[in-house]
């Protein structure tokens, strides 16, 4: 007998799958459903890689564009269509710190935005977040995926399994090493 939990998921990559049919079969319209449902997991992924808003705005659209001009190549192959995404989204980001390794640029500072909230929480908020995105950017490459796949984009084992190619035990193996790591790693500093 099938496990509960599991049927919305494969109710999902199913529905999924249908949506890629039709637009490999000329219903070009129908992709606009599946940007709408991957771009904010997506989006997530990549700002945690990046840590900046418009770069990670600017390759999250060129995911969906290369998925776009690419979809008719796309098999399922036992992966679901978000797996495909995050490997495209990987692969965008590569190429990002490549070409950020071989340019240098001025820092301009961001705009001040004018807010009602207490300066001092909004200080120790971005604080916060620079600290996690720093330990995180430390830990070793799988461990960094996991970690952004599990915990900061909210994929489940099963789907982080999938996408990264990895069974489910090395999936949790993974993510409590990579806690356990993050966590001294904040400890530090």
Known sequence: MPRVDNAPKQNMDICTD?????????QLDTFT???EEYFDRLFRYVYISLGKVEQA?????????RAFEGISTYRCRGRPFIAWLFRIAHNLIVD?????DRVHFIAVPEPV???VEDPVSIAENKLDSLKLREAVAQLPQA????ITLRLLVGLSI???ARIMGKSEG????????????LRKLIEQS
């Open 18 to 26: 249908k949506l890629v049919y039709r637009v490999q079969c000329g």
């Open 33 to 35: 459903v599946l940007y």
């Open 57 to 65: 705005e600017d390759i999250t659209q060129e995911v969906f564009v």
């Open 96 to 100: 990002y710190h490549r070409r950020a």
């Open 113 to 115: 935005m004018v807010s």
């Open 143 to 146: 461990q960094k995926e996991t």
């Open 158 to 160: 099963k789907e982080t």
């Open 170 to 181: 090395a999936v949790k193996a993974l993510q409590h090493d990579g806690t356990r790591n």
